[in-house]
């Protein structure tokens, strides 16, 4: 595996470093932009907080692993380690869909443990600030709220806000439920 990403994270990580190095430059503390990730599940359209990306990949080979819940696709080899790679879509309880050419792997950290996510598509960078974000929005169940920190439009469609402690801490996230 290469040392740098390649396919349809390379663009992606490249300006989030360039965002970064830009954001440390500046004096920017009063400005509580944070920038985000989009990337699409089946027809909707997702963002994370770039400060959990740490790389985003073609789909590797994946490898199953007995006994785990529906949503954990198996391991993969991430630069020498083992990262479980997880189905949000299947979490999320989503239409399911075939595999394409422009699905991707979205390399998280939470804490000091990282974890590949399966995306359809990568979408752009955006900034947002708090006040973008509208909780009363969220169309999720109850118990999905969690999981998200809020919602906007973007591009004529509304966005979805994952907020990544949500999912990690969730009791379904590493076991079977129900």
Do not use: C
Request: charged letters at 20%.
């Amino acid at each position: 595996m290469p040392d740098f990403p390649t396919g349809p994270g390379k663009n992606v990580i490249e300006q989030v470093r360039r965002a970064q190095e830009n954001h440390l430059a500046q004096d920017s503390l009063d400005s509580p932009q944070q920038q985000y990730l989009t990337f699409r599940l089946s027809e909707e359209w997702y963002g994370l907080n770039v400060d959990h990306l740490v790389e985003v990949l073609p789909t590797p080979k994946i490898t199953r692993v007995p006994s785990v819940p529906d949503h954990i696709l198996g391991v993969m080899n991430f630069r020498g380690a083992v990262l479980s790679a997880i189905d949000l879509k299947k979490f999320f309880g989503l239409p399911q869909s075939e595999a394409r050419a422009d699905q991707a792997i979205v390399v998280v950290e939470h804490g000091e443990i990282q974890t590949g996510l399966l995306v359809d598509e990568i979408g752009d960078l955006i900034d947002l600030a708090p006040e973008d974000l509208s909780e009363e929005t969220i169309t999720a169940a109850e118990s999905q709220r969690a999981f998200f920190e809020g919602t906007t439009n973007w591009n004529e469609t509304l966005l979805s806000v994952i907020k990544l402690e949500g999912i990690f801490q969730s009791e379904g996230m590493y076991s079977q439920q129900g």
